[in-house]
């Protein structure tokens, strides 16, 4: 069997001329263009999206401080001078100010109770082996997908007969499980990202289960709270459904019952610019929230990516 060496490069005398070998001319500027034409048509289709996104909005808010003619007469033209009246006219005619407490008392009542609830569930989940963990885990996440249009008859019928219909605290204990699947699936992935290191140091030191999950735990995990609890009050605060069926009593519609109200009454009697007025407050806590909690929202979405 004949074997062959690799003949080492002899390398080059002293003196001697070196040739330069090109690289393919049509390589890197034929790259370089695609690149470029893939971030032009990006940008180019977020600067659409934000057009199409942003526009509605502002043009609700340019709306609702014009008068009723100038709302037919010149939709996309600028107010001829602004009519707070319509705001006023809104909150207090309209009974938006009442729409608005009970609103505020069933979405942060709720929101508490899933976050204080779901952050309990998701941590003994996420850091404890149990006979049926996953089976528990993979029950939330089931609950994710099951249609809540499903439920709305056995849920009319066992919320009245515990006594919870057209009640506050009843329409705050369905808000609350509706939301805890989401909230448990969400914090569970999170949880698991925390260092363990931490809790068995402060069980070393003698503290309880329960003082390790409040004062060690919880802190620890607060960009995840604060995202899953945005997502959380954006949907309490825009739903539409639940209330409308086990909430009737008119003392105690939430604010989303209050516009449907309100477009029907204000239809017949023409005052567009107290709709207009009445729907950019329902948007304003919500335009807010998103823009003060912003960084922690992104925050906790990517704090499982990076650690």
Not at 80 to 106: E, G, I
Not at 258 to 280: M, T
Request: no cysteine; net charge neutral.
């Amino acid at each position: 069997m004949k074997t062959t060496e690799a003949s080492a490069p002899v390398p080059a005398e002293s003196g001697a001329p070196v040739v330069k070998v090109d690289a393919p001319a049509g390589g890197p500027p034929k790259e370089k263009k695609e690149g470029t034409f893939l971030n032009a048509f990006s940008h180019g289709m977020l600067v659409l999206w934000a057009f199409m996104v942003v526009m509605p909005l502002l043009w609700a808010v340019m709306t609702s401080f014009k008068d009723d003619k100038s709302i037919f007469s010149s939709p996309w033209s600028l107010p001829d001078k602004l009519h707070f009246d319509n705001w006023s006219r809104a909150w207090t005619q309209a009974n938006m100010s009442d729409y608005f407490l009970n609103t505020a008392l069933v979405v942060g009542g709720s929101l508490v109770g899933t976050l204080v609830l779901g952050s309990m569930a998701a941590y003994v989940l996420a850091r404890f082996d149990f006979p049926g963990n996953r089976f528990i885990y993979y029950l939330f996440v089931g609950g994710m997908s099951f249609p809540i249009m499903l439920a709305l008859v056995p849920l009319f019928y066992v919320v009245n007969n515990m006594g919870l219909l057209n009640t506050i605290h009843g329409l705050i204990l369905v808000y609350i499980a509706y939301s805890l699947p989401f909230t448990v699936f969400f914090l569970t992935a999170f949880f698991r990202t925390l260092p363990s290191s931490v809790a068995e140091a402060a069980f070393v030191d003698g503290a309880s289960h329960s003082r390790t999950f409040f004062q060690i735990m919880l802190p620890m995990a607060k960009p995840g709270l604060i995202s899953v609890g945005i997502f959380n009050f954006l949907g309490q605060w825009n739903q539409y459904m639940l209330p409308t069926v086990l909430n009737t009593d008119p003392d105690k519609r939430v604010l989303t019952q209050g516009l449907v109200q309100l477009a029907v009454s204000q239809g017949y009697k023409g005052d567009w610019s107290g709709l207009f007025a009445g729907l950019v407050m329902a948007m304003l806590p919500v335009l807010a929230a998103y823009i003060v909690f912003q960084r922690q929202v992104v925050a906790g979405l990517t704090a499982g990516a990076l650690k």
